[in-house]
């Protein structure tokens, strides 16, 4: 089945340092999201993106955080001046069409964020 | 998106059946049950999703109550690898070009698979 590659799994930084997180997601698919999970918490939804702009994004989504879509494949997460509290696993989901009886997103395995 | 609620925890034997409930009782008549489940050190992973009758894949079945306020995921030979932790989620298909596009996920349901 294919896949959502996400690189690196582990990325540690240092506070106040930019970080990029890279995800590839399935070639056909249309729409892109950004979760992330802090430790022992819940999945929490960051940014949908469609169409080369952001659809949705939630409260956590601040002005500290952008995603791109710079080429046909890849979907970026910066994070401009990392925080501690920005520490968490990070997933990238994608989904092919905007139909709801195939709304199925497929997640990547993740990125942990480390930030020291 | 409308509330779920489902138990803390689950213990099931291997190879045994194990039916996972799921409550939502203010579902509306659009809204479709998605389970997607966690497993230790991973992404989440789509089980399965229904809207009014029950749905089989290979993976798992899924019950749906007549009156739709409830939900049953249906494991029919627990192994290992099923332990994880399970997402009962709603999401709204009825408007579908103006209405969120996320999925909002809950504390789940830790199941634990005894060898």
């Known amino acids: 089945e294919p896949e959502v590659t996400q690189t690196p799994s582990h990325q540690v930084t240092q506070m106040g340092q930019e970080v990029i997180l890279r995800c590839v997601p399935i070639?056909?698919?249309?729409?892109f999201y950004w979760y992330r999970q802090i430790l022992g918490q819940k999945v929490e939804f960051l940014v949908s993106f469609y169409n080369n702009e952001i659809s949705e994004k939630s409260e956590i989504f601040d002005d500290q955080f952008s995603v791109e879509r710079p080429d046909g494949s890849n979907f970026t997460l910066k994070i401009r001046s990392t925080k501690l509290e920005d520490s968490a696993m990070y997933f990238c989901?994608?989904?092919?069409?905007?139909?709801?009886?195939?709304?199925?997103?497929?997640f990547g395995s993740g990125t942990q964020l480390s930030v020291l | 998106d409308a509330k779920t609620t489902q138990p803390n925890s689950m213990e099931s034997n291997e190879e045994e059946p194990v039916h996972l409930p799921c409550n939502h009782s203010?579902?509306?008549?659009?809204?479709?049950i998605h389970w997607y489940r966690q497993l230790p050190s991973q992404g989440p992973e789509y089980v399965i999703h229904g809207l009014t009758s029950n749905v089989n894949n290979r993976m798992a079945s899924l019950a749906i109550a007549e009156d739709r306020k409830s939900s049953t995921l249906i494991l029919h030979r627990a192994t290992l690898r099923d332990a994880a932790v399970y997402y009962c989620i709603l999401r709204d298909g009825g408007v579908q070009w103006s209405g969120s596009e996320k999925l909002v996920f809950g504390k789940g349901m830790k199941l634990t698979v005894n060898p």
């Open positions: 989901a994608s989904r092919e069409v905007r139909v709801a009886t195939n709304e199925k997103l497929f």
């Open positions: 070639s056909n698919h249309l729409y």
């Open positions: 203010t579902i509306s008549g659009t809204d479709y």
